[in-house]
């Protein structure tokens, strides 16, 4: 199975700050990579698929880049409501496999 | 309104059995593919197995290959997770979901999720 290395585990990071998250592929994946969200007590939410584009609804301070074996989630301006845990999610192959998360914590 | 709603979890012996339902509706069910992921206490999530929209390609982790076996019933909008041998390592909140979209061939993004049904594994 692809091993999907995720940086990293936890970050502290204040409102307004630029937050970025990386993911590794130990294969090259193309673009069939996905970035989601969790919030504590609730079910993942879908922020990104295809490495870069966004979902519908989700707001624009969130992007996704990347190709290959490397992927990065940016957050432009973290917002309250952003301190959640990330996860990305390669669907290049079966199985599918998640990275290990990143919890973005209140500074 | 998309919903997903998991049932049939609940506490049980190692080496047991237990099935899991999903009750789907909102949506055009026998179009899209679906799929399980499971999250241990505390832990990351884990996806488990996935079927094709007509049942003909199916696939498992290799953690729980030959112990569980995944179906659908498209007549009832329902997918199922038949859970066998169970181990205290399956121990774990079993999220089930729809693909994204009913193109492409691979398993895609995963665009709505159900609340999950808690399965403890445990003497």
């Not at chain 2, 159900?114 to 445990?122: E, F, K, M, T």
């Amino acid at each position: 199975a692809i091993q999907m290395t995720q940086s990293p585990s936890s970050l502290s990071a204040a409102v307004g700050d630029r937050v970025t998250i990386t993911c590794r592929a130990s294969q090259d994946i193309r673009n069939d990579l996905g970035w989601y969200q969790q919030k504590p007590g609730k079910a993942p939410k879908l922020l990104i698929y295809a490495a870069s584009t966004l979902q519908s609804g989700v707001p624009s301070r969130i992007s996704g880049s990347g190709s290959g074996t490397d992927f990065t989630l940016t957050i432009s301006s973290l917002q309250p409501e952003d301190f959640a845990t990330y996860y990305c999610l390669q669907d290049y192959n079966s199985p599918p496999t998640f990275g290990h998360g990143t919890k973005v914590e209140i500074k | 309104e998309v919903q997903l709603v998991e049932s049939g979890g609940g506490l049980v012996q190692p080496g047991r059995s237990l099935r899991l339902s999903c009750a789907a509706s909102g949506f055009s069910f026998n179009d899209y593919a679906m799929y399980w992921v499971r999250q241990a206490p505390g832990k990351g999530l884990e996806w488990v197995s996935g079927i094709s929209w007509n049942s003909g390609y199916i696939g498992y982790a290799d953690s729980v290959k030959g112990r569980f076996t995944i179906s659908r019933d498209n007549a009832k909008n329902s997918l199922y997770l038949q859970m066998n041998s169970l181990r205290t390592e399956d121990t774990a909140l079993y999220y089930c979901g729809k693909k994204m979209s009913t193109a492409g061939t691979g398993w895609g993004a995963y665009d709505y999720w159900g609340q999950g049904a808690l399965v403890i594994v445990s003497s």
